[in-house]
């Protein structure tokens, strides 16, 4: 069975940084980040790729976050910057063979680890 498992979310003021990590038990082909806030639906954050030489990203996080990933540990980051109130959510790592903006083209999730922006 296939588990990720997001580490890194905590409480920050706006302005700063942090990273998330998702290890994986498995190797996993591509990656995506996905958030939620209660209402709204899961939102696609960023995708990398096998090779890591593909990545994209949501326009609202374009030029603050970047996906990359350590294939010689399974795991998988997404390194913010510049944080906005407005990126508080809960944070989803998944897994699947293809980087999608969709969330039903992955295969496994992790359990989501919270990150709050204050202002």
């Known amino acids: 069975q296939v588990q990720l498992v997001e580490s890194g979310g905590r409480l920050v003021q706006a302005g700063d940084s942090l990273r998330l990590s998702c290890a994986a038990s498995?190797?996993?082909?591509?990656m995506g980040w996905f958030r939620r806030t209660p209402g709204k639906e899961r939102e696609f954050v960023a995708g990398?790729?096998?090779?890591?030489?593909?990545?994209n990203y949501a326009d609202s996080v374009k030029g603050r976050f970047t996906i990359s990933r350590d294939d010689a540990k399974n795991t998988f980051y997404l390194q913010m910057n510049s944080l906005m109130p407005e990126d508080t959510a809960v944070y989803y790592c998944?897994?699947?063979?293809?980087?999608?903006?969709?969330?039903?083209?992955?295969?496994?999730w992790g359990q989501g680890t919270q990150v709050t922006v204050s202002s």
């Open positions: 998944a897994g699947g063979l293809t980087t999608s903006i969709w969330a039903s083209d992955y295969n496994y």
């Open positions: 990398i790729n096998w090779s890591g030489r593909h990545t």
């Open positions: 498995v190797s996993i082909t591509a």
